[in-house]
């Protein structure tokens, strides 16, 4: 395994600082990445040793906590300089939750230890060829000693190449949602980089195969349990999804900033000598960064909804949770894809040359914002806005 060592991040101020220092470590070669497909190995290795994926263990196991207005900001400054290399801890920190969640105290121990010394979690969760995202066909089958075998095939699975623990979605014997933790390196578990993509190239989101993978007893948890209550599981994977698309939008309006003041060159009925005092330059700029600035305190005001209901859990204080993150969700995915286009508008025909790679944003944002449709996010918020009905429980608001 991988790790083994890693920083201890102390507190919320500490993990924002160092997001902000990646960010802009990261941020430098995020084009050649893209461009070339070079798969950011050694950035994640850099992001598990900064102690940045361990932000989120419980303090009565060594770990700083961070709030999730906290965790949400970090994901967007990633995402602003490399919405590759973001995506790929967001399954890593909605793992982290189920096993606070769900775990035995041992199991908490031992995981929570893991992230600590800068372990990552991966993802294979979703499956192709289903009815539906959530027809889930994986088995986890039990063996006479108490132990498991999974059989499946796994697609998206994001973070699973850089992992060292698998999370696999499956059902057990009693048809029952289960997540079992596979080593990277576990027997009959292959990990495929077949993801082609034309946004999010470096994520790796490729093939995961478990061909009679055994799995421990104490390394299952019963998901199913997650969702017979009030709980958070979805509003904190989406509230991640939205940073994501948040950071996308944000990075894209900067650098098309940059890219007019330096390299664009003004209409010529404007009348004036630089492209950025073109007053419908500047108006449009005005527009794409009000946007940017709602999605960013959407983001804000979803997260810390989800944080005073982590604080007090009940219906309805989940319920708001899940609407707020969806509102962040909704608007942050069109303000991300509307951005990232404008970029070319305001920016001008060069910006549209290959070798620039600008077109990186929208590939990254169009693709990002595929992950799960904002209509029904919308369908959702008007339930609740004019009958209250709450929002359901199945993970995915």
Not at 89 to 99: D, G, K, L
Not at 250 to 266: C, I, M, Q
């Amino acid at each position: 395994m991988t790790g083994g060592t890693a920083h201890v991040i102390a507190d919320d101020a500490e993990a924002l600082a160092v997001a902000a220092a990646l960010a802009g470590e990261f941020r430098a070669e995020a084009s050649a990445r893209d461009a070339e497909r070079r798969l950011p190995h050694a950035e994640v290795d850099r992001l598990a040793s900064s102690g940045l994926l361990a932000v989120t263990v419980p303090a009565e196991y060594g770990g700083a906590d961070v709030s999730q207005e906290t965790l949400a900001e970090v994901f967007r400054l990633l995402a602003s300089a490399d919405a590759s290399l973001s995506q790929i801890p967001q399954s890593h920190f909605v793992y982290a939750n189920v096993i606070r969640r769900q775990g035995t105290g041992a199991q908490r121990a031992f995981f929570f230890a893991e992230l600590l010394a800068g372990r990552r979690l991966g993802n294979a969760q979703s499956e192709a060829g289903t009815r539906h995202v959530q027809d889930i066909r994986t088995r986890l089958e039990s063996r006479p000693d108490g132990s498991y075998v999974l059989e499946g095939v796994k697609h998206y699975a994001t973070g699973a190449l850089y992992a060292d623990w698998i999370p696999v979605l499956a059902r057990a014997g009693d048809d029952h949602l289960h997540v079992a933790l596979v080593p990277r390196d576990a027997p009959g578990l292959t990990v495929t980089d077949d993801w082609d993509g034309m946004g999010q190239r470096t994520t790796a989101s490729g093939t995961v195969r478990l061909d009679g993978v055994p799995v421990a007893a104490d390394r299952v948890f019963p998901h199913h349990l997650t969702f017979r209550g009030p709980q958070l599981h979805g509003a904190v994977a989406q509230l991640l999804h939205a940073a994501i698309d948040t950071g996308i939008a944000g990075g894209a309006l900067a650098e098309a900033a940059e890219f007019v003041r330096t390299k664009s060159r003004p209409w010529f009925e404007s009348g004036f000598e630089a492209a950025a005092d073109d007053p419908l330059t500047v108006q449009r700029f005005g527009e794409l960064a009000v946007r940017v600035r709602a999605a960013e305190a959407l983001l804000r005001e979803a997260a810390r909804a989800v944080d005073t209901a982590r604080s007090g859990l009940t219906d309805a204080s989940a319920a708001e949770a899940s609407i707020a993150v969806a509102a962040a969700k909704a608007h942050a995915a069109d303000t991300a894809v509307e951005v990232a286009g404008a970029l070319f508008e305001v920016a001008g025909t060069r910006a549209a040359l290959d070798s620039l790679n600008l077109h990186r944003h929208w590939r990254d944002a169009r693709t990002h914002t595929l992950h799960d449709p904002v209509r029904w996010k919308i369908q959702h918020i008007g339930r609740y806005v004019l009958s209250g009905t709450p929002p359901p429980r199945h993970g995915l608001l």
